[in-house]
């Protein structure tokens, strides 16, 4: 019969690592699992503030997010770490003083004395036993054996095993209490057999699975590299030729770098996008194959059997998700391909042309909230936020897709983003709040002037997360901190209306839009330069690599043109030019880069994403 030691000990043993409890969590179901396992499991899981048990299937919220934050089984740790100074008795001894055992036997199920271990040695049947010390056991490192005697027949082995209950019998028990519709009994060495072939099929799709996703990151990175060389060679060709038209060209050569750097970055970008999808793929599945390969150490049953086939469910599932399509690496590629023009007169200002790249819509979107649009900006997490003034602030994709509405009872007349992933956002009043980025809203206090006295106008955040206030009637602009309270200083704009505010990443320089001018102003407010078209409206947005973009738009016509500029105005190529839109009665566009380089072109009812 198995020891008390054993009973105990096989009772307090993880159903996932199989191993006695480290650190023991539970869960709401009351099921209890060691704190490393648990964030194994809600790695597999797309909902990571909620665990899912594997045994009864039944959800758990993760305070935070944080395993550790669960309730800590106290009694089961202790009875744990009393099991672990316990060593147990030789079960081989036939003497009723058993002497303590130094050593464990996994085949045999026995804990042997010195003295029994060394007439195990010389037994030849059990010679390639592989004997490991007590201590190995008392840590948990070695599972004990799981076949076991009959609860109800001590001197019978559980032998056979119960489809239907998921557990081990001995042969009478099957027949006299497993015999009924709904059981079958079959050989437990046929049982843990079937289990031992499923894990190994398993294991083989995961190996052709990862194979196959190693192969796409490969072929991702040879994408990169085919880049980087017809990148290279068009810096090769711009510089040689400069060298020809001498220092007279000097601008020029600047201007056309600059454009192979934006679209380095922005080609880059998309394949790093696509290379963190793979890779994170490649570790959710690494993680479901470790949980799933504990089930080849010992033969399983009761909670342990339940958590296992949860297991193989979400590795199957997954599985089953589609290969990684090359196409869209390769369509990054196809897009690169950019050939350099010289020109061959020595009498014009100009190295050359880029050609083979053309900007073009990706996505053209109806607004939730129609003619309500009041501003953009980039948000956290690769999104544009759309604020209305009639209540909420819209999230979308860089594909056009909306994804969350947030906020729908504050009118947004302008919204900005913090360093920490904070937004500011300034309603109708004036009044500028903070919100965490839950979009909970904090206990801050900013003393701006309200919309009577100052006017409405723009808002933008610095590279120090202060925040900056235009003002429409007093062409002026007020600078507070994240603390709130009163402005720490105060610009005025001379003269310019401060309708739309944007903010350098680099330097402490500010663009701002006067309806039909772009005006740069340095940090005290000076005016640096100044960009317009005659009777052609101006918005203007500050990019990652801080160069600057403007719609140009013709509102009548109802067509816009976007041009890229440097951060003192100069001109460095068009993007696009007189694209059609949906025009309505209000004059008022806004214009932002993603966080992945797509451009959004906002009008009051619709969304314009060019790429």
């Not at 090769?236 to 192979?260: H, N, P």
């Not at 904090?442 to 997360?465: A, I, P, Q, R, Y």
Request: net charge neutral.
């Amino acid at each position: 019969m198995a020891t008390f030691h054993q009973i105990i000990s096989q009772n307090l043993e993880c159903s996932i690592c199989l191993t006695l409890f480290n650190q023991p969590k539970s869960l709401t179901c009351s099921h209890t699992f060691c704190k490393d396992c648990l964030p194994l499991i809600s790695q597999t899981q797309s909902d990571k503030k909620t665990i899912t048990c594997p045994i009864c299937r039944k959800g758990t919220s993760l305070p935070s997010g944080d395993v550790d934050k669960l309730q800590t089984n106290i009694p089961l740790s202790s009875l744990v770490d009393e099991v672990k100074i316990q060593s147990p008795t030789c079960t081989v001894c036939e003497m009723d003083d058993k002497s303590p055992a130094v050593c464990y036997c996994p085949d045999c199920g026995k804990y042997m004395c010195k003295s029994c271990e060394n007439g195990h040695s010389l037994w030849k049947p059990v010679s390639n036993h592989e004997v490991v010390p007590i201590s190995e056991v008392l840590s948990g490192k070695v599972p004990l054996k799981r076949r076991r005697k009959c609860k109800k027949h001590p001197y019978d082995d559980e032998e056979c095993f119960c489809t239907g209950c998921r557990e081990y019998v001995c042969c009478k028990c099957g027949m006299l209490r497993h015999s009924k519709a709904g059981h079958d009994i079959e050989e437990a060495a046929i049982h843990e057999e079937k289990v031992m072939q499923n894990i190994k099929e398993l294991n083989r799709k995961t190996q052709s699975k990862k194979t196959t996703i190693q192969n796409h990151i490969k072929f991702i990175d040879t994408q990169r590299n085919k880049i980087t060389i017809m990148l290279r060679k068009l810096n090769e060709d711009i510089d040689k030729t400069y060298e020809e038209y001498m220092q007279l060209l000097s601008d020029r050569r600047k201007a056309l770098k600059s454009q192979v750097k934006h679209w380095s970055e922005k080609f880059g970008k998309e394949l790093q996008v696509m290379e963190e999808e793979s890779r994170r793929a490649l570790r959710q599945m690494n993680a479901m194959e470790e949980l799933v390969s504990n089930g080849m150490k010992v033969p399983l049953e009761k909670d342990a059997l339940f958590a296992h086939d949860t297991l193989c469910e979400n590795l199957k599932s997954f599985l089953g998700q589609d290969d990684p399509d090359d196409r869209s690496p390769r369509g990054v590629t196809e897009r690169a391909q950019i050939s350099f023009r010289r020109h061959e007169t020595f009498n014009e200002l100009c190295l050359g042309q880029l050609k083979g790249y053309t900007w073009g819509v990706k996505a053209d979107v109806e607004l939730p909230s129609k003619c309500r649009m009041e501003c953009i900006a980039r948000a956290p997490g690769g999104k544009m936020a759309v604020g209305s003034y009639n209540g909420g602030i819209h999230l979308f994709s860089p594909d056009g897709t909306l994804q969350q509405t947030v906020l729908k009872d504050v009118g947004v007349m302008r919204i900005g983003f913090l360093s920490d992933g904070r937004s500011v956002a300034r309603d109708m009043n004036n009044k500028v709040s903070l919100y965490t980025p839950q979009w909970e809203r904090l206990d801050v206090t900013f003393e701006t002037m309200s919309s009577l006295v100052g006017g409405s106008g723009g808002l933008t955040v610095d590279k120090d997360d202060d925040i900056y206030v235009g003002y429409r009637e007093l062409k002026k602009i007020q600078v507070f901190t994240p603390q709130g309270g009163k402005a720490v200083r105060s610009m005025m704009c001379y003269g310019y209306t401060p309708l739309q505010l944007f903010c350098f990443h680099n330097t402490g320089n500010l663009i701002l839009t006067h309806g039909l001018a772009v005006v740069s102003l340095d940090g005290k407010g000076e005016k640096q330069n100044v960009l317009m078209e005659k009777d052609i409206y101006a918005y203007p947005a500050v990019c990652r690599d801080d160069s600057v973009i403007v719609a140009w738009v013709k509102h009548e016509e109802g067509l816009v043109s976007i041009d890229r500029y440097t951060r003192n105005l100069e001109h460095v190529h068009s993007l696009i030019s007189d694209f059609q839109i949906k025009t309505s009665g209000r004059f008022w566009y806004n214009l932002q880069e993603f966080e992945s380089g797509e451009i959004a072109l906002c009008t009051p009812q619709r969304l314009y994403i060019f790429i």
